[in-house]
C-alpha cells in the first residue's frame, strides 16, 4: 500500500512515505521553505500544509497523488475538548479545530488528484507512539509519549504487541509537562515550543535549588498520570524579555545564576516525574524495552536518567521525536492497521540527497572554484587536524533536528576554544555545548555512563577524566557530552573521516553540530550549503565527492 503522513498542526509540518510498510522519505516543511519549525509571523499561518514536502515524497517513488491508498493526518479534531474544558487559554484553538477539519479538502488542493474519501485522522499522540514502536524490531514493546499537548491529552502510555497498540494511560489537558516547560522557556526570553533545549543547556550551569517547591507543583499520581499545577515563575526568577524576534545569540537575555538555578529545577523535576511515569508502566507490561517520543523526548538529559535509573532494560528514542515525526507515525500505523508489515529504522538519513552530477552542474553554475579529491574524507580530515572547519554535506538529509553526519559543521574537539568558535559561527548562546561525533567500537574508552550505541545523539554520557582534557570542546560544564556514536557498516564515509583525523591528531573524535546558523533550519540542498558556506567563516564545504576552500 502506498500510505502518506502528514502534520500539519502546531509547528513543524512535515510529509513521510511508507510503501509496504517501509519508509521511502521523509521530510520537514522547513528545508524547503526555510521557515525553522514552520513558523510564520501570524500564529495560525503556520498551520500550512506541508507541500513541497508531500510533494518531494512522492516525486521519490515516482507517484503521482492519485495513487495514494491512504493518507494520514496526525490530528484527530473530533478528539478536542471544547476551551471551557480543556482549561487552556488558546485562543487559537477553535480555528485550530476548523482547520483540520478540512484539512483533507487543503490537501487535495495543494496534491491535485488525491482524493479526499482517502485522508485519515490518527490521533496525534497515537501517531507519536507509532512512530517510536513502529520503527524498532522488537514486536512487544512499552510506549511512553510526553509533549506540549494533543487534541486532549499531553501524555500517552501503552503497549505495543505485533503492532496493535494498547492505550493504558493517558493525561487529560491542562496538565502537560511539555507546556510547563515551555512557559519556562518563554520565561527565560527563548522561543516556545523552539528552544526548549536552551534551558536544558542552561540547567547544567545552575543548582535545583527549588525543587521542594516545584515537587508539590508538579506531581505524578496513582493512574499513571500527573497534575501540573500553575507556576508563577516570577517567584524564583524575573523574566527575561526578548530583545530580538529571531533566535540572536541571546546577549540580551540577561540571564544569571537565578535563571540557571530555576532551569535546573524544572530539569531535575521533569526527570522525577517521568521516572515515576515510567515506572507504573512497567510495572503494568514487565516489558524489557521502552520506547519514546514526543517533544520531551528531545531532552536527552531526561532520557539518560530514565535509562540510568529506570525500570526498563533498554530504552529507545525515535530522533524525530518532535511533531515533524507524528507524519511518519501516522503513515506507519494506517500501515500496521492494514497488515503491512513493521520495519527497522536503520538511520534518520529519509531526506533529500544529491547525486555527484547534480552536485557538479550547481557547482558550475555558482561559478565557485572547487575540486574533486582522490578522497574527500583524507582531504576534509587534512583541514580538520590543521584546526579548520568543515562544512560537511553528504548523502540524504536527516529527518529530525540533530545533525547525524550528513548536514553537520565539524571541528577540532582538542581545542577549548573551538567551543565559542562554533557558537560564533552559528550565532548561538555560548553556555550551549557542541556534540561529540565517535565510532561505535571508540565510544566505550571515552565516554562512560550512558546507553551505548547512540546513533542519534539523544543520549548524554559522562565524559572519561583521562579524555576530558584531549577532547575539552564536546565536553559541557556538568562533565557530559551528548554523543552521536558511528557505525561503520551504517556510515561508511564519516567513519572515514573519524579515522582520517585520528591518524593526525591521535584524537577519535570530532565535534558535531547542525550545518545551519541561528534562525535558520538545517541546510538541507546544495544552494542552501553554498550560502550558508559563503556567510560564514568556515574553511572548507565538502559536498558529495567534491570540496571548495574559502
Not at 478536542?80 to 482549561?87: D, I, T, Y
Not at 572547487?370 to 560537511?392: K, M, T, Y
Request: charged share 25%; proline share 7%; with cysteine.
Amino acid at each position: 500500500m502506498y500510505i502518506l503522513g502528514i502534520n500539519a498542526i502546531f509547528h513543524d509540518p512535515a510529509a513521510a512515505l511508507v510503501i509496504d510498510g517501509q519508509v521511502v522519505a521523509a521530510a520537514e516543511e522547513e528545508r524547503f521553505s526555510r521557515r525553522k519549525h514552520g513558523k510564520r509571523p501570524v500564529p495560525f499561518s503556520a498551520w500550512e500544509q506541508p507541500a513541497r514536502a508531500a510533494r518531494w515524497c512522492l516525486d521519490q517513488a515516482g507517484l503521482s497523488p492519485d495513487r495514494l491508498d491512504l493518507v494520514g493526518f496526525s490530528y484527530d479534531p473530533s478528539l478536542v475538548l471544547p476551551v471551557a474544558e480543556s482549561g487552556l487559554d488558546d485562543p487559537w484553538d477553535p480555528l485550530r479545530t476548523e482547520f483540520a477539519y478540512h484539512a483533507p479538502r487543503f490537501l487535495a488542493d495543494v496534491l491535485p488528484g488525491l482524493d479526499p474519501a482517502r485522508v485519515r485522522f490518527v490521533p496525534h499522540h497515537v501517531a507519536h507512539a507509532a512512530s517510536a514502536a513502529l520503527a524498532v524490531r522488537d514486536r512487544v514493546c512499552s510506549v511512553l509519549v510526553c509533549d506540549g499537548r494533543g487534541e486532549r491529552h499531553s501524555h500517552l502510555a501503552g503497549r505495543y504487541t505485533d503492532g496493535a497498540l494498547e492505550v493504558l494511560a493517558g493525561q487529560e489537558l491542562p496538565h502537560s509537562l511539555g507546556l510547563m516547560y515551555e512557559e519556562l522557556t518563554t520565561h527565560l526570553g527563548f522561543l516556545r515550543s523552539s528552544d526548549e533545549y536552551k534551558v536544558m543547556a542552561l540547567a547544567s550551569y545552575g543548582e535545583p535549588r527549588h525543587l521542594d517547591r516545584l515537587r508539590a507543583a508538579v506531581r505524578p499520581d496513582e493512574h499513571g498520570g500527573f497534575v501540573t499545577e500553575p507556576i508563577d515563575w516570577s517567584e524564583f526568577a524575573p523574566a527575561c524579555p526578548r530583545d530580538r524576534a529571531d533566535d540572536g545569540d541571546g546577549d540580551g537575555h540577561r540571564l544569571g545564576q537565578a535563571h540557571a538555578d530555576l532551569a535546573a529545577s524544572v530539569q531535575r523535576r521533569l526527570e522525577e516525574v517521568l521516572l515515576e511515569l515510567a515506572r507504573w508502566l512497567h510495572a503494568r507490561t514487565g516489558d524489557r524495552l521502552l520506547v519514546m517520543a514526543g517533544g520531551t523526548a528531545l531532552n536527552c538529559v531526561a532520557n539518560t536518567f530514565l535509562a540510568r535509573c529506570g525500570p526498563f532494560e533498554d530504552v529507545w528514542v525515535q530522533p524525530a521525536a518532535g511533531d515533524a515525526g507524528t507524519a511518519l507515525g501516522a503513515a506507519l500505523h494506517l500501515a500496521a492497521e492494514a497488515g503491512d508489515p513493521a520495519w527497522s529504522m536503520n538511520g534518520a538519513d529519509l531526506g533529500r540527497g544529491f547525486d555527484d552530477r547534480a552536485i557538479e552542474v550547481a557547482l558550475r553554475r555558482a561559478r565557485v572554484r572547487f575540486e574533486r579529491p582522490a578522497d574527500v574524507a583524507e582531504q576534509a580530515g587534512e583541514v580538520l587536524a590543521a584546526d579548520g572547519i568543515v562544512a560537511w554535506f553528504q548523502g540524504r538529509s536527516e529527518f529530525g533536528p540533530r545533525a547525524l553526519g550528513h548536514r553537520s559543521l565539524l571541528a577540532h574537539p582538542g581545542r577549548r576554544a573551538n567551543l565559542d568558535r562554533l557558537n560564533e559561527v552559528k550565532g548561538r548562546e555560548r553556555f550551549r555545548p557542541v556534540a561529540p561525533m565517535v565510532r561505535l567500537d571508540r565510544a566505550g574508552e571515552i565516554f562512560g555512563r550512558g546507553p551505548l550505541p547512540s546513533p542519534y545523539m539523544l543520549f548524554v554520557h559522562d565524559v572519561t577524566p583521562r579524555w576530558r582534557d584531549r577532547i575539552p570542546a564536546v565536553v559541557h560544564v556538568d562533565g557530559t557530552a551528548r554523543v552521536q556514536t558511528v557505525n561503520p557498516v551504517e556510515q561508511p564515509l564519516v567513519t572515514r573521516l573519524l579515522d582520517a583525523f585520528e591518524r593526525r591528531t591521535g584524537l577519535p573524535v570530532l565535534v558535531n553540530t547542525s550545518l545551519n546558523t541561528a534562525g535558520r533550519p538545517m541546510v538541507d540542498d546544495i544552494r542552501d550549503a553554498l550560502e550558508c558556506f559563503g556567510s560564514s567563516p568556515v574553511d572548507l564545504l565538502a559536498i558529495g565527492a567534491f570540496t571548495v576552500r574559502r
